[in-house]
């Protein structure tokens, strides 16, 4: 078991430093996820399996400009190692895109974008892995800067997983201001200050995940009051005398970071988790998915659950839980074997009445078909009475479901068009032989509607013929 120290880089590992920005991150102008600085917020959906210039599994990311009539497929920037001002070359197996962080870094008003690729090969490491941050800027995203691996004997697959936000005590070096934390291969977070004002980095907290998964995906929690978030990590095979429950090491866990830096507190298994003011009395809730079978997470319930940890963002541990299946009453369908629900959250408001809404991703769904459930939220618990799942079968939804689609892979809940409905974005990067595709359903007074609902493929992305490339793997947002 790896110990829970913060251990700090003694080397200064670049130069040409972005000027040092000293006001905080609460002082930045601009709307949250606004990439091009129009009023809009923006989406960005992956594919990180792309081809590119001919090499297979290059990868590609797309930002889908937010305009008054939602997100429009026409008004786009699609970009991979190739792109004018992006560092490097796209490669065969470097997975651009693999894990993106929206976050306005240097608080000029553009949001920026925080890019891992995990499967590039550095300065002779095979799959060492690689994070890019591209700025936003009036003149489109056309500036970039690599994010140096502090640690790049220690692990491969930096990038694998991404996250921004103001750490004190995981990393003091960094005190006051924003970090980018970076995933990879073992169980340690890293640190760089966001403005890359200077790459000195920082290993966090060493979880006791098995190092042959390592950090498979990081949450952060905005807490009220206080200039110091809160962490939430990932990861697989708690050691228990072995490599997990099943000796094999692939069971998921997570992690709830202290924010003083001591060694934080245990949650329940979970690959996935969201933050959001699900019961609208201001204070920050986290929910937590597992999509495992109870074979490989005891405790789970037949195809997965989530798990609701209301007002987390206050100091010490949630007291109120609401755990929802699909075997909950209320909830449409039944747990089945591989549903995989929980595999994604997303929290939003699409009704606009003040509370948050979540969104749970099923893509084992129906043979793989997939399906995505919208509990709204109430001043009390969720109302799972009224829940509705959405499958592309449903009326109004584009497309048909097929075997293998994956609908619901991923999700994001973001008003686009700026009416107060958050829109609800899906991600299906099995859809047609796994080139991948995703959705955009509106918000409205009755929550998610097939009303004026759109899909977008990889020719409509503007990816062409690339491959299996899994468009909709990740989709991010503010």
């Given at each position: 078991m790896?110990?829970?120290?913060?251990?700090?880089s003694?080397?200064?590992?670049?130069s040409?430093?972005v000027p040092?920005?000293t006001?905080?991150?609460?002082a930045?102008v601009?709307?949250?996820?606004?990439?091009?600085k129009d009023?809009?917020?923006?989406?960005?959906?992956?594919?990180?399996d792309a081809s590119?210039?001919?090499h297979?599994k290059?990868?590609?990311?797309?930002?889908?400009?937010?305009?008054?009539?939602?997100?429009?497929?026409?008004r786009?920037?699609?970009?991979?190692?190739?792109?004018?001002?992006v560092?490097?070359t796209?490669e065969a197996g470097?997975?651009?895109g693999?894990?993106?962080?929206?976050?306005?870094?240097?608080?000029?008003g553009?949001?920026d974008?925080v890019?891992?690729?995990p499967?590039e090969d550095v300065?002779?490491?095979d799959?060492?892995g690689s994070v890019t941050?591209v700025?936003?800027t009036a003149?489109?995203?056309?500036?970039?800067r690599?994010?140096?691996?502090?640690w790049?004997?220690?692990h491969?697959a930096?990038?694998?997983?991404?996250?921004?936000?103001?750490?004190?005590?995981?990393?003091?070096v960094n005190?006051?201001?924003?970090?980018?934390?970076?995933?990879a291969?073992?169980?340690?977070v890293t640190?760089t200050?966001a403005?890359l004002s200077?790459?000195?980095?920082t290993?966090?907290n060493?979880y006791?995940?098995?190092?042959a998964?390592?950090?498979?995906?990081?949450?952060?929690i905005?807490?009220?009051g206080s200039?110091d978030?809160?962490?939430i990590?990932h990861g697989?095979?708690?050691?228990?005398?072995g490599?997990?429950f099943?000796?094999?090491g692939d069971d998921?866990?997570a992690?709830?970071?202290?924010?003083a830096?001591?060694?934080?507190t245990d949650?329940?298994?979970?690959t996935a988790s969201?933050?959001?003011d699900l019961?609208g009395?201001?204070i920050?809730?986290?929910?937590?998915?597992?999509p495992?079978?109870p074979s490989?997470?005891?405790g789970?319930s037949?195809?997965?659950?989530?798990t609701?940890?209301f007002?987390?963002g206050t100091s010490?541990?949630?007291?109120?839980?609401?755990?929802?299946?699909q075997?909950?009453?209320g909830v449409?369908?039944?747990g089945?074997?591989?549903d995989r629900?929980?595999?994604?959250?997303?929290?939003?408001?699409?009704?606009?009445d003040?509370r948050?809404d979540l969104v749970i991703?099923?893509?084992?769904e129906?043979?793989?078909?997939?399906?995505?459930?919208v509990v709204r939220?109430?001043?009390?618990?969720?109302?799972v009475a009224?829940a509705r799942?959405?499958t592309q079968?449903?009326?109004?939804?584009?497309?048909s479901s097929?075997t293998?689609?994956?609908?619901g892979a991923?999700?994001?809940?973001?008003?686009?068009?700026?009416?107060?409905?958050?829109?609800?974005?899906?991600?299906?990067p099995?859809e047609n032989?796994?080139?991948?595709?995703?959705?955009?359903?509106?918000?409205s007074?009755?929550s998610?509607?097939a009303?004026g609902s759109?899909?977008v493929?990889?020719s409509?992305?503007g990816?062409g013929?690339?491959?299996?490339a899994?468009l909709g793997?990740t989709?991010t947002?503010?």
């Amino acid at each position: 078991m790896r110990k829970r120290t913060l251990l700090m880089s003694a080397t200064l590992l670049a130069s040409g430093l972005v000027p040092v920005v000293t006001v905080s991150a609460e002082a930045a102008v601009g709307t949250p996820g606004d990439v091009n600085k129009d009023g809009y917020r923006d989406v960005v959906v992956s594919a990180p399996d792309a081809s590119v210039a001919g090499h297979a599994k290059a990868g590609a990311v797309v930002v889908l400009y937010g305009t008054a009539h939602g997100i429009d497929p026409s008004r786009r920037t699609v970009l991979t190692q190739n792109s004018t001002g992006v560092p490097g070359t796209a490669e065969a197996g470097d997975r651009f895109g693999a894990a993106v962080a929206v976050y306005d870094l240097n608080l000029d008003g553009y949001t920026d974008l925080v890019v891992g690729s995990p499967g590039e090969d550095v300065n002779g490491d095979d799959g060492g892995g690689s994070v890019t941050v591209v700025y936003g800027t009036a003149s489109g995203l056309t500036k970039a800067r690599t994010v140096e691996d502090p640690w790049p004997s220690g692990h491969d697959a930096y990038g694998r997983t991404v996250a921004v936000g103001t750490f004190n005590g995981l990393n003091p070096v960094n005190d006051g201001k924003s970090s980018i934390v970076v995933g990879a291969n073992d169980a340690e977070v890293t640190f760089t200050p966001a403005d890359l004002s200077t790459q000195s980095g920082t290993s966090g907290n060493g979880y006791d995940f098995n190092p042959a998964y390592g950090i498979v995906a990081l949450t952060t929690i905005d807490v009220p009051g206080s200039d110091d978030d809160r962490l939430i990590a990932h990861g697989r095979g708690v050691s228990d005398g072995g490599w997990g429950f099943d000796g094999t090491g692939d069971d998921p866990h997570a992690y709830f970071a202290d924010p003083a830096g001591s060694s934080g507190t245990d949650l329940p298994a979970g690959t996935a988790s969201a933050v959001g003011d699900l019961n609208g009395n201001g204070i920050p809730d986290l929910v937590i998915g597992d999509p495992e079978d109870p074979s490989q997470s005891p405790g789970t319930s037949l195809g997965g659950q989530v798990t609701v940890y209301f007002d987390a963002g206050t100091s010490g541990y949630p007291s109120r839980v609401q755990t929802i299946t699909q075997d909950t009453p209320g909830v449409p369908g039944g747990g089945e074997a591989k549903d995989r629900f929980g595999a994604s959250v997303a929290i939003g408001d699409t009704d606009k009445d003040g509370r948050a809404d979540l969104v749970i991703g099923a893509p084992g769904e129906n043979s793989g078909s997939g399906a995505v459930t919208v509990v709204r939220g109430t001043t009390g618990q969720l109302d799972v009475a009224h829940a509705r799942t959405w499958t592309q079968n449903s009326s109004g939804v584009p497309g048909s479901s097929e075997t293998g689609d994956a609908f619901g892979a991923s999700v994001r809940v973001v008003d686009t068009n700026k009416d107060g409905y958050a829109d609800l974005v899906v991600g299906a990067p099995g859809e047609n032989g796994g080139a991948g595709a995703f959705w955009s359903l509106r918000g409205s007074a009755a929550s998610v509607t097939a009303v004026g609902s759109v899909s977008v493929s990889t020719s409509g992305a503007g990816l062409g013929s690339a491959g299996a490339a899994h468009l909709g793997s990740t989709v991010t947002g503010p």
